[in-house]
């Protein structure tokens, strides 16, 4: 366990000077008259280099990255095992295209995501280049094992913006706004969200109202159940505003999946590979998918995404799904380099990383006024922001104040939700990153609730 946090780098923040700086702001300039506009960009960083889980930027100031660039650097960044395994294979062989041949890097991978998928089930893999793909792929085999078109999801998803899965995504409606019509059959259900709870429920009192409403509305009224494929869910829902459901979500939506014939897609492509404490978000629930989305942390930074299924479900024939970069060899020997290294240790660093962020972040609500919720699993830990604790309205601008103020203190966070600050570090952070984070955020809020 030593061995590998040793790789991440002990070294704190260092900022040299108002940021962004001069060459920064240069390459901010030649961006914006090239690159599309549709991009978002939160501050204005510029990466050079990264090493565990600090980030150089052009103008030689280091920063504390606590979004793992979007969750996806699970081994921090560059960690040297995986340098090595990408480097190794690259000279070896860098495409050849699985779709069509055989190389044994892709065999590998697929066994080692059947050996670590949640539950006791036999499984096959299919392999893309992101989570959107990968959602492209549980999309098309449900309807393909079931052959039934009606999909229900939830609102506050993301699943990706490629048109399957944008049909999926109920976020934002910047994402959806002039792409219509979208794919067809697609329901969306209120998600439990019991900070917000949609149907005015306490936990303590709550009856599973959400997934009530799929079994008494939808399901009898614009998704019969012989017409519904599947229930598409993120264990944690992520771009949402990393909120946790509770156990007793998952155990009725289960019920209900399964008295119906529905299959139940559970999106780990946020949560997945180790951020929650655990491999899978879904073990915190004893919730076991039958078709799994799988990507971001999965490789360390290299494009690859993976969807993972019951054998008895993958039986569609040559042709039917495949894609000519999944699964490249090289994206392959990072992703073992990576698994290899979360169960080596860092997926128990994230538990332990993670709760002792929360029980420093513990009191925040009682100290800040501009705090309403602290909540989250391992190191998938949300903050959500609001104006006034007892009516729970909205501070999102209060919110993107901390983000930036953060940014200029060394500190790299991301919103999630329209008013929640996201903190998913690398897995390989230590006490003293933690302890740094902490200090920096409590400054934020202590400013921006002045102001």
Known sequence: MGKILEQASPCLPNLLGPVPGPLARAIIERDAAAVS?????????????????????????????????IAVVAAGHCHPRVVEAIQKQAARLIHMSGTDFYYEEMVALAEKLVEIAPGEVSRRVSFGNSGAEAMEGCIKLARYATGRDKII????????????????????????????PLVPGVVHAPYPYCYRCPFGQEPESCAVECVSFIENTILKTVAPAEETAAIVVEPVQGEGGYVVPPKKFFDELARVAKQNGILLIFDEVQSGMGRTGKMWAAEHFDAVPDILAVAKGIASGMPLGATVARADLMTWPPGAHASTFGGNPVSCAAALATIALLEEGLVE????MGAYLRERMRDWPARFPVVGEVRGLGLMIGVELVRDQRTREKAPRLRDKVVELAFRRGLLILG??????RLCPPLVI??????????????????????
Request: charged content about 25%; hydrophobic content about 40%; aromatic content about 10%.
């Open 37 to 69: 506009p549709s991009y978002t960009r939160c501050y204005p960083l510029v990466v050079a280099g990264g090493e565990g889980a600090l980030i150089e930027d052009v103008d030689g100031n280091r920063f504390l990255d606590f979004n793992a660039g």
């Open 153 to 180: 999801a939830f609102y506050g998803a993301f699943h990706g913006r490629t048109m399957g899965a944008l049909s999926l995504t109920a976020r934002k409606a910047v994402q959806r706004a002039g792409f219509g």
């Open 349 to 352: 660093n994230a538990a332990r």
């Open 416 to 421: 999630a939700g329209d008013n929640t600050i």
């Open 430 to 451: 230590n006490r003293d990153q933690c302890d740094f984070a902490i200090e920096t955020l409590e400054e934020c809020l202590t400013t921006v609730q002045r102001e």
